[in-house]
């Protein structure tokens, strides 16, 4: 393959592989999708190489597939067609930190935990927390949303810019450092979650927060998700600023109990946190808990001391570790919808009714602030028919969520595995999206048949 000697000439024996290895471990990401090597695996530091990279792919008409950590979870890095992986981890710079203007400039393989701990001696911090520590560059692509959407927003609502190198290796920038502008298309928000189908990032430009004076967490516990539902509703509509929402089923609170020997009451759980100044947490936690009682909240539990506030946000963050510790012969399928806020209720039950008509072990929780829930169900990938319930599951909560006008993912993205839904969910928009790619991408090279049909 010519392709493999020109990339060859650009980077040096040690950061250019087609060892199995390795191969190997760009073959996966944390999904249940099936795996496929690459041919090669190149590990570009700067813009130039990625841009000179692309111009071979274009060239010679070879696969490109960016690759972060492999944290995603719906086979977005899986190379089906083979060719060359970019992973992206030694460009983990940042670069510039700004903060007077709140913004941080960084490579796109530096990850959260690593800006977090490079930004604290400023006094900021990075809020977009998706549970792994993912890189940047893949939660831009992804774009990614977690605990903290709720007060701060999601992926897409950080990203002031991109450097972006595009299919023919031509390099461009989507967007600037002012807060706002009314001047051409934004193409931050194109990028933004385009899965490595539309172009390689290359730089973000990212807003970062000042670090709370003050954080404190709850945990509140009702008995009906209804209840839950309804609290979130009250405290949202009455202007709490809280930071996180989140929403562990019954089935969740007994696998954490399990694992960890801990006697939480086993029933629908609301963890919160919320971020300010000591007197405004003050009469909020006042005024969240007469709210969490009027909606027949059964006891709430507030923390301050940050050693309490960790073991307490504890059962939500193992939750993963407890069920896989708990089926350690099976693999893990995590999916997500996102519905209206109005719908999350009934979407949940709806879940979970149809997780215990399939027989499959499960569990529901979610950010239940934005209406964001995840399905966590353990299956034996070697078993054809519990693969096959769980794909029926899988496609049962997504027409669900669809139907009431939702959507197919509100944060893991589409990958292959949503793939299908794309058509169904967008109508005639899905041909606009196609026509976008293919102006980019005419070639089909940019991470083929991810969101977008080959063509």
Not at 95 to 100: D, Y
Not at 219 to 239: C, H
Not at 283 to 291: A, G, I, S
Not at 398 to 413: F, I, K, M, N
């Amino acid at each position: 393959m010519d392709y493999k000697k020109d990339l060859e000439e650009i980077f040096p024996s040690d950061r250019i592989t087609t060892n199995e290895t390795v191969l190997t471990q760009h073959s996966k990401d944390e999904s249940y999708h099936e795996t496929s090597l690459p041919h090669i695996v190149v590990f570009p530091i700067n813009t130039l190489e990625v841009s000179k990279a692309m111009k071979i792919a274009n060239k010679y008409e070879v696969p490109v597939i960016p690759f972060g950590l492999g944290t995603s979870l719906e086979g977005h890095v899986i190379p089906y067609e083979g060719g060359i992986t970019i992973d992206l981890s030694l460009m983990n710079k940042v670069l510039e930190v700004n903060e007077k203007d709140f913004l941080i400039k960084v490579q796109p393989g530096v990850t959260r935990t690593q800006l977090n701990k490079e930004l604290k001696k400023y006094g900021l911090f990075f809020p977009v927390d998706p549970g792994a520590d993912a890189t940047l560059g893949g939660m831009a692509a992804t774009n990614a949303s977690g605990t903290t959407s709720v007060r701060y927003g999601i992926m897409r609502d950080q990203v002031r810019d991109l450097e972006v190198v595009l299919a023919d290796g031509s390099i461009i920038h989507s967007g600037g450092r002012a807060a706002k502008s009314s001047s051409g298309y934004h193409l931050n928000s194109l990028f933004v979650g385009s899965e490595g189908t539309l172009g390689i990032f290359t730089e973000l430009t990212i807003k970062v927060y000042g670090i709370p004076e003050h954080s404190l967490a709850a945990r509140a516990v009702f008995p009906t998700i209804e209840e839950v539902v309804s609290a979130v509703n009250s405290i949202l509509q009455a202007g709490i600023p809280v930071a996180r929402c989140e929403l562990v089923d019954a089935r969740s609170i007994k696998q954490v109990n399990d694992f960890k020997g801990t006697a939480y009451p086993e029933s629908p759980t609301l963890f919160l946190e919320f971020h300010g100044n000591e007197a405004g947490l003050k009469e909020d936690v006042e005024f969240t808990q007469e709210l969490v009682t009027d909606q027949g909240c059964q006891e709430i539990i507030f923390e301050t001391d940050s050693k309490a506030v960790a073991e307490l946000w504890d059962a939500r963050h193992t939750l993963a570790y407890a069920f896989t510790h708990g089926a350690p012969s099976k693999q893990m399928m995590v999916t997500d919808v996102c519905v209206p806020m109005s719908e999350l209720a009934g979407a949940i039950i709806n879940a979970r009714a149809a997780l215990e008509k399939s027989g499959i072990d499960g569990a529901l929780l979610g950010h239940v602030g934005d209406g964001n829930y995840h399905a966590l169900i353990m299956i034996d990938k070697e078993d054809e028919e519990d693969v096959r319930r769980a794909v029926e599951f899988n496609q049962h909560i997504v027409e669900y969520a669809l139907s009431r006008g939702g959507t197919c993912t509100g944060e893991h993205g589409v990958g292959v595995g949503k793939k299908k839904y794309q058509r169904l969910e967008h109508g005639e928009a899905y041909n606009v999206m196609a026509m976008i790619k293919k102006s980019l991408d005419p070639k089909c090279i940019l991470n083929p048949d991810k969101i977008i049909d080959k063509y």
